[in-house]
């Protein structure tokens, strides 16, 4: 993220560049993958909408979390361990052009739209495929640029609790940074990435591996290093729901920071700095 500015007079608003042509890519192909990928992964999960530890897991072992439907009306319901809601009308049970469904997600959050494991398969596949050929891409030519040191990784200053917590403090007062801060990322901003990219994104490829039929009979320490093929499901479930968090708070401080300005950022690379406070 280079800071050199495009227009700097008096009464002009600075205006720099703030992302490269690559990373840009990156960005928006990554929308495409992560989408593909969670909207297909929630059309198979409908397959068994239940989640285990260890090696195995069918209809009647006891699963750490399900969605399911139960009663006469049907009643949707999300249960994790003990703790059980009641979800009709969004998890469970769900009306379609007239008809009570009771798949555990509803049409409008998989891919297909329609119940097809097979083709859910495909679409999933096809994400990650896109998924880990942008990310190998992005690290290559990251590791070239300098991009991640230069960008991302936070100094030791930026690491000491007192600053952390301050900048805690300025977002949940929704003071945004403005000015020259604004040109750089925050530690909140450098931390959440750091985690999605070496972290999140890796586990997630990782177990999904591990439980494709064409791997896990070659790599079978996949399995084993997270416990068993249900363990992997489930902590490829939670490395899912990490990054839909991270998704929603990203989109949440788009909007709050100004949509247009940053949205244009990642499409043209330039990047309007907001004025300092007054």
Not at 91 to 104: E, F, I, N, P, Y
Not at 134 to 146: D, E, F, H, K
Not at 241 to 261: E, K, Q, R, S, T
């Amino acid at each position: 993220m280079a800071t050199t500015s495009l227009d700097s007079t008096a009464n002009a608003p600075v205006t720099l560049k703030r992302h490269g042509l690559f990373t840009r890519l990156w960005h928006w192909t990554n929308v495409v993958a992560v989408f593909t990928l969670l909207m297909s992964g929630l059309m198979i999960f409908n397959a068994h909408p239940r989640l285990y530890w260890g090696h195995y897991g069918a209809n009647y072992d006891y699963a750490w979390m399900e969605i399911g439907a139960r009663g006469q009306p049907a009643q949707g319901y999300l249960r994790v361990g003990p703790m059980a809601v009641q979800t009709t009308g969004v998890l469970g049970v769900w009306q379609h052009d007239g008809a009570v469904r009771t798949r555990a997600f509803p049409h409008w959050m998989t891919l297909p739209s329609t119940y097809s494991l097979a083709e859910g398969r495909r679409y999933h596949f096809l994400g990650a495929w896109l998924l880990m050929i942008a990310g190998i891409a992005y690290l290559g030519w990251s590791m070239i640029n300098n991009h991640i040191r230069r960008d991302l990784l936070p100094g030791r200053s930026e690491l000491r609790p007192c600053n952390i917590w301050q900048d805690i403090r300025a977002h949940a007062r929704l003071r945004l940074p403005r000015g020259q801060d604004a040109a750089h990322y925050n530690i909140l901003q450098k931390l959440s990435y750091l985690l999605v990219i070496f972290i999140v994104l890796p586990v997630m490829v990782l177990t999904g591996l591990g439980m494709s039929p064409m791997m896990n009979t070659s790599w079978t320490w996949v399995l084993d290093l997270f416990g068993g093929r249900q363990s992997a499901r489930s902590v490829h479930f939670i490395t899912a729901f990490i990054l839909v968090v991270f998704i929603v708070v990203h989109v949440a401080m788009v909007f709050l920071a100004g949509p247009i300005n940053e949205l244009r950022s990642m499409i043209t690379g330039r990047f309007r700095l907001p004025e300092e406070r007054r």
